[in-house]
């Protein structure tokens, strides 16, 4: 059975940091791409960043130079490092795996249970 696990959300001010961590098993990690995925309140799902097997990144245009995704196949996780966070970051956070990750999560097989990421100004 697939399992991935989102932790490292939390409540922090306007400025500061958080690094997410989502942890797979169940799966051959390092065939899958991997995406972060965020949803706010009243608004629609948003890919945040995504990472393929071999290293290439993606990121929105709303989280360039600020996010940093990676991921250490040896752990079988990803990790999404968000610097200068923004009260508008603020969303529940999700781990997905797939084939290929796009922004309408057309090819994700798995979701995480989501992280809350909240930005206080």
């Known amino acids: 059975q697939v399992h991935l696990v989102e932790s490292g959300g939390g409540l922090v001010l306007a400025g500061g940091s958080l690094r997410l961590s989502c942890a797979a098993s169940?799966?051959?990690?390092?065939?899958?791409?991997i995406g972060w995925y965020r949803q706010a309140p009243g608004k629609e799902r948003e890919l945040a960043a995504a990472?393929?097997?071999?290293?290439?990144?993606v990121y929105a245009d709303s989280v360039k130079g600020r996010f940093t995704i990676s991921r250490d196949n040896a752990k079988n996780t990803v990790y999404l490092q968000m610097n200068s966070l923004e009260p508008e970051d603020t969303a529940v956070y999700y781990c997905?795996?797939?084939?290929?990750?796009?922004?309408?999560?057309?090819?994700?097989?798995?979701w995480g249970q989501g992280t809350q990421v909240t930005v206080s100004s």
């Open positions: 169940g799966l051959t990690f390092g065939i899958y791409a």
């Open positions: 997905a795996a797939g084939s290929f990750i796009t922004t309408q999560a057309v090819g994700v097989n798995y």
């Open positions: 990472i393929s097997s071999g290293g290439r990144t």
